[in-house]
């Protein structure tokens, strides 16, 4: 037996446990090491939803007699965007982070988080083929990496900052780990916490003008599965720069900096395809201020510094009934769920 097997079986108060990052594959719930994301676990399972409760009705005829040029070019690059970018990080969980996390209870919310994104990519197929019945128009969105340069723009970000991991099997060197974690920051800082965060303004603007409520309903279970996504990963982050604090050097801080700084630019450059029409009420310069909003908040719930120093510049995004941004990692999903029964003694024996 090695030294990373041998250890799993060792009590939580041993100095030999494993370290999140280190690496093997620890088989050991109980006594359960990281409480907390077993607690998001059962938290995911009681914001379960389906794609046939979301109701496009409407939406269909909203698209048929409320939209112009430029909306109708809004809608087909959202969707475009859409189709792609939750197979994205599908992969990258299957691929990159699964086989790097050593909890179990960790792999158990990454099982249900793959769950989700599948999910997500069923509503977004659901939406293309509603939105868009030419056969020409949804084969140009499903191939959007290929034929739409804004998008693949964002898709050739996500693989700079997330591939450098792909060809490792364990985490040996500080090095390694940093890669690791600079992976974990674009999943969920740049793709989850700025490009759907982008992507969700739009519809929640459209909304705002009584449009597209099919839409913004289903979009408001994905935000909170996004939601939980994004507070996993942080926690994960957080639990690693507590347990290897030499990792989170002025280095690896100018990084993560640097990849925000390079997400907004490149969201940007999709706000300006996605307007280049000319949608009242929706600026650029706006949106890049929005974009650069999140991006504060994301460093800051990454323990960092704000860089842009900007403001929340829609009022409403306000009225989304999911949560406010600066704080919604502290909301208890009560809006949709269902029960969960029995309770785990996270410090019992086998």
């Known amino acids: 037996m090695s030294q990373s097997e041998s250890s799993s079986l060792?009590?939580?108060?041993?100095?030999?446990?494993?370290?999140?990052?280190?690496?093997?594959?620890?088989?050991?719930?109980?006594?359960m090491r990281y409480p907390r994301?077993?607690?998001?676990?059962?938290?995911?399972?009681?914001?379960?939803?389906?794609?046939e409760e979301v109701d496009f009705s409407?939406?269909?005829?909203?698209?048929?007699?409320?939209?112009?040029?430029?909306?109708?070019?809004?809608?087909?690059?959202?969707?475009?965007?859409?189709?792609?970018?939750?197979?994205?990080?599908?992969?990258?969980?299957?691929?990159?982070?699964?086989q790097h996390i050593n909890a179990p209870e960790a792999r158990m919310y990454l099982s249900r988080q793959l769950y989700e994104e599948a999910l997500h990519v069923q509503f977004y197929l659901t939406l293309l083929d509603t939105y868009l019945p030419e056969p020409e128009a949804r084969a140009k969105a499903f191939a959007a990496v290929e034929n739409i340069?804004?998008?693949r723009h964002k898709a050739e970000f996500c693989f700079k900052w997330m591939d450098s991991?792909?060809?490792?099997q364990r985490l040996e060197t500080r090095q390694q780990r940093r890669q690791f974690l600079l992976n974990l920051v674009c999943f969920a800082a740049c793709i989850e916490g700025l490009f759907f965060f982008g992507a969700f303004a739009y519809v929640y603007y459209l909304r705002s003008r009584g449009l597209l409520h099919g839409l913004a309903s289903g979009t408001n279970w994905v935000f909170r599965d996004e939601s939980g996504h994004m507070a996993f990963a942080f926690e994960v982050i957080r639990t690693a720069r507590e347990e290897e604090p030499d990792l989170f050097d002025d280095e690896l801080k100018a990084q993560i900096v640097q990849m925000l700084t390079e997400a907004v630019d490149c969201e940007c450059r999709f706000s300006e395809d996605v307007l280049s029409?000319?949608?009242?009420?929706?600026s650029t310069r706006d949106m890049r201020q929005y974009l650069e909003y999140c991006a504060d908040q994301r460093l800051a719930q990454l323990g960092l510094a704000k860089h842009f120093g900007a403001r929340n510049p829609f009022p409403f995004m306000?009225?989304?009934?999911?949560?406010?941004?600066?704080?919604?990692?502290?909301?208890?999903?009560?809006?949709?769920q269902v029960g969960v029964q029995g309770e785990v003694q996270f410090d019992a024996a086998f």
């Open 10 to 31: 060792l009590p939580t108060s041993s100095p030999l446990l494993p370290k999140l990052l280190d690496p093997g594959f620890n088989l050991t719930l109980r006594p």
């Open 37 to 51: 994301f077993y607690e998001m676990y059962r938290n995911a399972i009681r914001n379960t939803w389906t794609v």
């Open 58 to 98: 409407l939406d269909t005829n909203d698209l048929k007699t409320k939209f112009g040029p430029a909306e109708r070019h809004l809608i087909e690059r959202l969707v475009a965007f859409f189709a792609t970018g939750d197979s994205i990080v599908s992969n990258n969980l299957v691929l990159n982070l699964y």
């Open 149 to 151: 340069p804004s998008i």
């Open 165 to 168: 991991v792909q060809s490792l």
């Open 277 to 282: 029409g000319g949608v009242a009420g929706l």
């Open 318 to 336: 306000d009225l989304q009934d999911v949560q406010e941004l600066t704080n919604f990692f502290e909301r208890r999903v009560s809006a949709y």
